[in-house]
């Protein structure tokens, strides 16, 4: 071997050495990444969604008592956000956009969701039943045939309101395109319709109907255990994302949910008091709400399962989903079945 070959396998062999050198420094010295590859992004805050309706008293019962914020510690969340909606529809377009993480809303709202694109679950229900139709004073009402030709507001296309009304209508033979005029707007917009006589009837859930009634503009004819009995209301509705990647915050929420269900129960005067605080309403009016509607809190999902499918249904009869939805594209009961385990 020559000068220069000798060299040449020197320069080579401290090349090699020198890599792998820099490869082992590298393997020992390497920090972690913050989140590595398959692991869950830590969260630190939540957004929930609700409606200003008696329906839905659990979730601010929850919010007002520090429970969210006291069970969801554990779990890394400092902050927890709220954003409030007039109907389900606009809430919808919140989860779809991204904006909340859990929704207190109707099931109806969620089928229409799901059907376009919306990645999420109902993992609990919140109550059952609890909507009226309110007629104008003056008005005479025997049957549902009496409000052929009328003026109804509730609240807009794919909500629990809307689906259940027409599909109601048109069980008793009215067709809710031609022989009525149904028009969706807000809680608010439907109360003050009906006061300015701009509107004949309200199809509204509590205690808005109690509201209209107490000014004497109009009366409750059909609750809405009449049209359909024991019929899902409103759900907890969940990320597709917080149920994939922290199914023990999702557990978590169920449990509070279920907590705060029955203490709304077992303590109506004080649930009362806690929705009349948060929507500046007077109280008795609430309490006289709640002693006359026809709705019950409720949080095993198990029992809204067969009419929330029926709405699934109605909504693909009614054009508002390309597609039937099945159980299982809407539930995921595992959360709440955990509860006795």
Known sequence: MNYKQTIKLTSTLFFVFALIAAVFISGCTEQPTEQEEGQAATITE???????????????????????AEDLAPYGIVEINDNLFP?????????????????YVGA???????????????VAAVQIQGSDIVLRTELPYESPEDLRGLKIATFPPGTIQDTLLKNWLKENGIDPEEDVEI????????????????????????PAPAMIESEGTGRSVVSSGE????????????????????????????????????????????????????QDWDVELVKQSLNEWDG?????????????????????????????LTQDDIFDLSFYEALDQ
């Open 87 to 103: 109907t389900g529809a606009p809430e919808m377009q919140s989860m779809l956009a991204g904006d909340i993480d859990v929704a």
């Open 108 to 122: 109806a709202p969620v089928i229409s969701a799901l059907a376009s694109g919306l990645d999420a679950k109902i």
């Open 296 to 324: 019950t809190w409720v949080a095993d999902p198990n029992l809204i399962i067969n009419s929330t499918v029926d709405y699934a249904q109605v909504q693909y009869e009614l054009g508002y989903i390309s597609t039937p």
């Open 227 to 278: 049209m359909l009995q024991d019929h899902a209301c409103c759900v907890v509705a969940v990320s597709g994302e917080l149920i994939r990647e922290h199914p023990d915050i999702v557990q978590q929420i169920v449990e509070t949910h279920v907590r705060a269900t029955e203490y709304n129960s077992e303590n109506l005067d004080e649930a009362a008091q806690i929705f009349a605080d948060d």
């Open 183 to 206: 028009l969706g707007m807000g809680p608010g917009d439907a109360m003050t319709a009906i006061s300015a006589g701009q509107v004949d009837a309200v199809f509204l859930p509590h």
């Open 46 to 68: 939540l957004t929930f969604g609700y409606q200003p309706s008696t329906h839905q008293i659990a979730y601010i019962t929850a919010r007002d008592k520090g429970w969210w």
